[in-house]
């Protein structure tokens, strides 16, 4: 399919970024995204929270303010009881209110399974777009979420681990906004972002080495994870989605240090309103990560860097 060729499309399909950018005026440019994602866990109110900022976050990802959704939703009317619906829009709408943004209508169909998110609509400066194609050689790579939710929303429903410890541990982290960790960003010489969802911290790091003609060097060591993770691996729990998130990869990511298989699997796992991956330069690093913190953002740590070199991801 050949790229649409209107001059006021900033940012399209081409460098599969997180949302589509369009210039209104000299001012103004408008972002677009839609997004929605079957249940990760049986509680309604916190599916909703976690699918809306899901949704929400693609477009804090390109540096933009979330100004208006829609809701899109598919639900199985004759089997499931009308009130877990009202719950799943209820926690939508309080995190749409959240992020200082109306939500101002939206779309049902039924389905025989559930499916929750939003069309979202936002604004940012023509000049000030953030994308995954601005990483420069000589960058940090920041982390502002931890990894591994995709293998604790299996273990849950398996019965490998108690529901408790996802709403202790994870679900309010997952349920929050990215809003926080852009803000703070954006004060500093933000070179790229992307959020880190369905294709895993190793896909979507791809995505920008890719998109900026760079290498991308992870620090495993570094890398944050939620509690539990790695040993729901260890305990044979998996994702759907970890073997075509491996086999997007291949080729292109060499591990370049002993890591058991459970280990490299939470390179693969596929997460649900993830954390920001953040491109600044490497001197710039420590103040933001300071400011992410004291912010609230515990968890925001390097976990790696920008080279040049031949576009791909080497693990250290």
Sequence with gaps: MAPPT??????GFETADDAAVYRLTNEIAMINTVDFI????????????????????????????PLTALNVVMFPAKHLDMGMLKEIL??????????????????????????????????????????????????????????????????????????RDLERDTL???????????????????????????FGLSGHSLEMALSSGSQVILYYDKLPFYNDALRMYQKGETTGSNKPNQKLVQGKLQIRRSLSSPQEQLLYDP???????LAVPAAQAPELIAALNASGLETAVQVGEVLEGPYGIVVT
């Design 271 to 277: 997460q649900t309103s993830g954390g920001l991956l």
């Design 172 to 198: 309010p982290s997952l349920a929050a906004l990215n809003g926080t960790a852009m803000e703070t960003a954006l004060k500093f010489d933000l070179h790229a972002a992307t959020d880190i969802t369905g």
């Design 90 to 163: 209820h926690g939508g709408h309080d995190k749409v209110v959240e992020a200082g943004a109306c939500l101002v209508g939206g779309h049902t169909v039924d389905d025989e399974e559930p499916k929750y998110g939003l069309c979202v609509s936002g604004v940012v400066h023509p000049d000030r777009i953030i994308t995954n194609a601005g990483g420069k050689p000589g960058d940090a790579l920041i982390l502002t979420k931890p990894l591994g939710s995709g293998v604790l929303f299996n273990a849950v429903r398996s019965g490998k681990l108690p529901f």
């Design 38 to 65: 079957t249940p990760p866990v049986d509680d309604p109110y916190w599916f909703g929270q976690i699918s809306a900022a899901n949704s929400i976050s693609d477009i804090y990802s390109m540096g933009g303010r």
């Design 6 to 11: 209107d001059p006021n499309l900033l940012v």
